[in-house]
T-cell receptor, first 112, second 115 residues
């Protein structure tokens, strides 16, 4: 039982390049979330999903897209990376109402 | 909208000192409240939670009480250890008014405990 895993752990991009961050959970959770963490700002929600095939925008969705084709996976895409997207990205999942969110170890992204 | 405010850090304490990290919130409905901890280089882990007013969450010697009248959820520990050095996040989740039950975080408080 690995919990929530994220791939890759670290990535350096040049401005304008694209990439996909992968989140996988093996707890059969319905809900999944992508957050970004920036110094002094806590974590902010980018996008989330309440079930397979569904996605919704969070607090800071601009510049990102997501997909939830399989229940266990939640992908975060950057179509054209910008330096403002330099951050640490965390994925989380939750089983149901009132239940705890479980976080992955994070992906550190540097956009030059 | 809903929000969480934490006391600013960094907080530096000596081992065995008493810890308080203040957290206040604003919310439309009746949120659940959480404290998460992030150790260096790691993801967030749930430390404790409370789901209704007057509930006390506790874990690993830490505790926090859900105070609806003061909209607060302050984190306390009677005697901190060096191993408690981490960043602590207060968060809320409103299952009724907050579609998807997403977490809203405070900015985090860095705690450093010296031997």
């Amino acid at each position: 039982n690995a919990g929530v895993t994220q791939t890759p752990k670290f990535r350096v991009l040049k401005t304008g390049q694209s990439m996909t961050l992968l989140c996988a959970q093996d707890m059969n959770h319905e809900y999944m979330y992508w957050y970004r963490q920036d110094p002094g700002m806590g974590l902010r929600l980018i996008h989330y999903s309440v079930g397979e095939g569904t996605t919704a925008k969070g607090e800071v969705p601009d510049g990102y897209n997501v997909s939830r084709l399989k229940k266990q996976n939640f992908l975060l895409g950057l179509e054209s990376a910008a330096p403002s997207q330099t951050s640490v990205y965390f994925c989380a999942s939750r089983g149901g109402e009132g239940e705890t969110q479980y976080f992955g170890p994070g992906t550190r992204l540097l956009v030059l | 909208g809903d929000s969480v405010t934490q006391m600013e850090g960094p907080v530096t304490l000596s081992e065995e000192a008493f810890l308080t990290i203040n957290c206040t919130y604003t919310a439309t409905g009746y949120p659940s409240l959480f404290w998460y901890v992030q150790y260096p280089g790691e993801g967030l882990q749930l430390l404790l939670k409370a789901t209704k007013a007057d509930d006390k969450g506790s874990n690993k010697g830490f505790e926090a009480t859900y105070r609806k009248e003061t909209t607060s959820f302050h984190l306390e520990k009677g005697s901190v250890q060096v191993s408690d050095s981490a960043v602590y996040f207060c968060a809320l989740s409103d299952m009724i008014y907050n579609q998807g039950g997403k977490l809203i975080f405070g900015q985090g408080t860095e705690l450093s405990v010296k031997p």
